[in-house]
C-alpha cells in the first residue's frame, strides 16, 4: 500500500518517480497522456504492471487485486482507467496516471470476463457463479443492473464470451443453456434492459468474440463440433451453425485449456481460429463464413492474434507445448516462422501499428519485446508470472 | 500568447481550467490522459480548438499555427502531441496536455500534408513548392532528410498523398511525374533513405490512401480515368490500374474541390470512394479491385467516411452543394438518410467506436455532434470556420 501511496503523490505532477531500483520514470511520461502505457497482469500475486511501449519500462506496480488468473481487462474511453476482470468476482479499477487502484468491488464469487459499452459508461461482467452479468457505472464502479440469465426453474447460467456490441449493446453466451443473449442498453433509463435471447444455439458456447467491424459474433461450442455465426447488421438476427463437424471421423485430443476465442484474427479476408483439443487452426472465409483451410500447429492453439499492417497471425499453445509461438502467413496458410520464447508463453500484445509485439513468459518471470520485420528480440522486462497484457489502443476498438 | 501561458501553468496540476466564459474544464479532465481529446482547426484564424469528446466541451484554443486552410494533422504514439500540417509550409506541434504550441517550423513554401511513422519517431511533410518530402525528428522538429523528387532537369515534383506503411515506410505519389515513391526508414541511420519508384503509374496521381490493415496503396488519377493500387504485402510489389474509364463517355463536370482518398472507408469487403468531377460514390470490391456498383449522390462527394461498426458510410459534398450530408448503406448502395447540418460542412470524424460523430460546419461557425443509431443532432459547439476534425484514437491507426 505504501508505495501506492507514494506515488499517487506525483504520479501527475511532473517530478521523477522511482518506482523500481533501476528504472527512473521521466518527468514527460510522469505527466504524459496514457496512450503509450499498457498493462501486464501478475496473476500469481493479484497485481499489474503498468508499463510505457515507447521507453520499453515498467513504471509502476499496482497490488491489491485479488486472484487475477485468467483475469482480462478492458479500458475506459478516454484511456485513463483500466477495469480489471479477476477470477474471484472482483472487479478492480486502477488509474494509470496515480497509478493507484481507483476502486474495486467483488461482484460474483467466480467471474470469466467482461466489456464495456461503446459509450464508456457501462461496465459488464460475465460471472460463472451465481451467473448472469451484472452491469456497473464506469464511473463509480456502482451496480446498475442484474441480469439474472435464469434459464428456467430459478437455475441461472454460466454467461462468456461477452462483448461490447456498437449501439451500447452487449452479446454473450449462456453455457449451461446454449444461448446466446444481446442485451440493448440503448436508452436504458434502469431496471431490465431490452433481451434479445437465442435459444438452441448449440452444446455448451464457450466462448465469443465479434469482429473488428462490430458485424459478426462468432461463439465456438465445446459441446459439439461446430461453431454459431451472428450478423449483427441483419434485421431479424439469425444465428447460424458454421463449420459443422470440422472434427468429424478424428479422435478429439483432451484439452488441457480452452483456446480464447477473443484472439480471432480477421487478416486478408480470412479468420483464423484455434480448433478446440485439435493441433490446428483453422481459417473460415470472412465474408461466407465457409472453411477456406486449415493450419497444422506445433500444439493446441490457444491465441491466434494479427499483427497489425500484416498478412501474418501469432499462435501461442497449451500446455503442455506453450514455450513456443508460430508465426502464419494467413495468405498461404503456412507457418513462416517458428521460436521458443520460454516457459510458458501466456499472451500477446502488439504495438497499434504492429511494429513490436510484447510476450508474457510466465515461468521464465519475463516478458519478451520483439520486432516485427525479422522477429528479432529487441527487449526484456522483469515480471512476477506475467499472463496477460493489454494495451490502452484497446480503448478506442470495438469489442476490446 | 497570454492565454497559452496561463493555462500551461495548471494544464496539468489538477487545478480546474477556466477557458471560455460559459466552460469550465473539470479537474479530473483537466489532468486526465489525452484518450477522448481531439482537435478542431480553425483554418482562417490559425488556430486549433482542442476538445474534449467524452463531456462534448471545448477545452482550450492554441493560436498562432499559420495558415490552415486545407490543413491536416496526425498524433503522436502516445497520443498527447498533434501534428499540424498548414498549407503554408508550416508544421506545428501542439502539446494537448499544456496545451500550448511546443514548436513550429516553417518547412517549404507550399505543403499539402503528412505523416508519422508507425514507430513515431518520424514526420513526413509532402510539399507543393519546392515539391519533394521532408523528414523530421517527432521530438524535437529537427530537419533529418529531404527526399527531392527530382525527376529529372533538377525538375522537382509537387507530392501528394503521403501515408504511413508499416515497416518504418512512407508512401506517396509524384503528382508532376506521374510516379508512386515508397521511402524506407527501416534501419536508416541518415542520408538518403531506400526509395522504391513505380514510375508510369499514370497521369497526375493527385491524392492516395492506404487501407486499414496496411496492405493496399490506391491512388487517384486526376489527369486520366482511373485509379492504381500496389498490394504492399506483395514482393515485388507491380502497380496495378484499377476502374479504368469509369467516366468513359459521359462529360466530367467541373471540379470545384478535389475529393479527399483519406476519406476513403472499408465497409462490408467493399471500399467506397469519390468519383472525381461527378455526382457519384463508386464502390470497388476489397478483394478483387473491381467495380461493385455506384451510388448517385447529391453533389461531387469530398469525404465518405465509414461509421465504425455499422454499414453505413457519411458523405459530404463540394461547393456550392455542400450544405448536406448524405448516408450510404454499403450492403445495398443505398441512400438511408439525408440531412442538412448548414452552409459549408467539411469535414466529420467519429468517435472511435462509432457511437457519435462531430460535423464541422464552417459557414455557421458551429461544429455539431449526432448520435449514429437514429442521426439525431445531440449537441452543438461554436468555432471559428471549422474544418478539419481530428480525434486521437488516429494515434493508434495505420495511415491515420
Wanted: aromatic letters at 8%; hydrophobic letters at 40%; a neutral charge.
Amino acid at each position: 500500500m505504501k508505495r501506492r501511496d507514494v506515488l499517487a503523490g506525483f504520479a501527475c505532477v511532473g517530478a521523477g518517480a522511482v518506482l523500481f531500483s533501476r528504472q527512473v520514470h521521466s518527468e514527460q511520461s510522469a505527466c504524459a497522456s496514457t496512450g503509450a502505457l499498457g498493462i501486464i497482469v501478475e496473476r500469481a500475486t493479484g497485481s499489474l504492471l503498468i508499463v510505457d511501449t515507447i521507453a520499453r519500462t515498467r513504471i509502476a506496480r499496482v497490488e491489491g487485486l485479488g486472484d487475477l488468473s485468467h483475469a482480462s481487462a478492458v479500458f475506459s474511453r478516454d484511456a485513463r482507467y483500466v477495469f480489471v476482470f479477476g477470477r474471484d468476482g472482483g472487479l478492480s479499477k486502477v488509474d494509470l496516471l496515480s497509478r493507484t487502484l481507483a476502486g474495486r468491488v467483488v461482484q460474483a464469487g467466480n467471474a470469466i470476463g467482461g466489456a464495456i459499452s461503446d459509450d464508456g459508461r457501462l461496465v459488464a461482467v460475465s460471472n460463472y457463479e451465481p451467473g448472469g452479468v451484472n452491469v456497473f457505472d464506469a464511473d463509480t464502479l456502482a451496480p446498475l443492473v442484474e441480469i439474472a440469465a435464469d434459464v428456467g426453474g430459478g437455475k441461472r447460467s454460466k454467461t462468456v464470451g461477452l462483448v461490447d456490441a456498437p449501439g451500447r449493446r452487449f452479446v454473450y453466451t449462456l453455457y449451461d443453456a446454449g444461448e446466446i443473449w444481446i442485451a440493448d442498453f440503448a436508452g436504458w433509463s434502469g431496471g431490465p434492459p431490452a433481451v434479445t435471447r437465442f435459444p438452441g444455439v448449440g452444446k455448451q458456447p464457450y466462448d465469443g468474440s465479434i469482429t473488428g467491424d462490430g458485424r459478426h459474433y462468432i461463439a465456438g461450442l465445446f459441446g459439439e463440433d461446430g461453431l454459431v455465426q451472428l450478423d449483427l447488421w441483419s434485421d431479424p438476427i439469425a444465428p447460424r451453425r458454421i463449420l459443422d463437424g470440422y472434427g468429424r471421423g478424428e479422435a478429439p485430443l483432451p484439452v488441457y485449456k480452452m483456446p480464447h476465442l477473443e484472439g480471432w484474427a480477421e487478416v486478408a479476408g480470412a479468420i483464423l481460429l484455434p480448433a478446440v483439443g485439435r493441433h490446428e487452426l483453422l481459417a473460415i472465409d470472412a465474408q461466407t463464413f465457409g472453411e477456406r483451410g486449415r493450419v497444422a500447429t506445433h500444439g493446441q492453439p490457444i491465441f491466434a492474434v494479427a499483427q497489425p499492417g500484416s498478412p501474418n497471425v501469432w499462435v501461442n499453445f497449451a500446455h503442455p507445448l506453450n514455450d513456443t509461438v508460430q508465426i502464419v502467413d494467413v495468405r498461404t496458410l503456412k507457418v513462416v516462422h517458428t521460436f521458443k520464447p520460454g516457459p510458458a508463453v501466456l499472451h500477446l500484445e502488439f504495438t497499434p501499428r504492429g511494429n513490436e509485439v510484447w510476450i508474457s513468459v510466465r515461468d521464465a518471470d519475463r516478458i519478451d519485446i520483439h520486432e516485427t520485420r525479422h522477429f528479432e528480440k529487441i527487449g526484456s522486462l522483469p515480471a512476477q508470472k506475467p499472463s496477460g497484457i493489454f494495451f490502452t489502443s484497446r480503448a478506442h476498438r470495438i469489442g476490446q
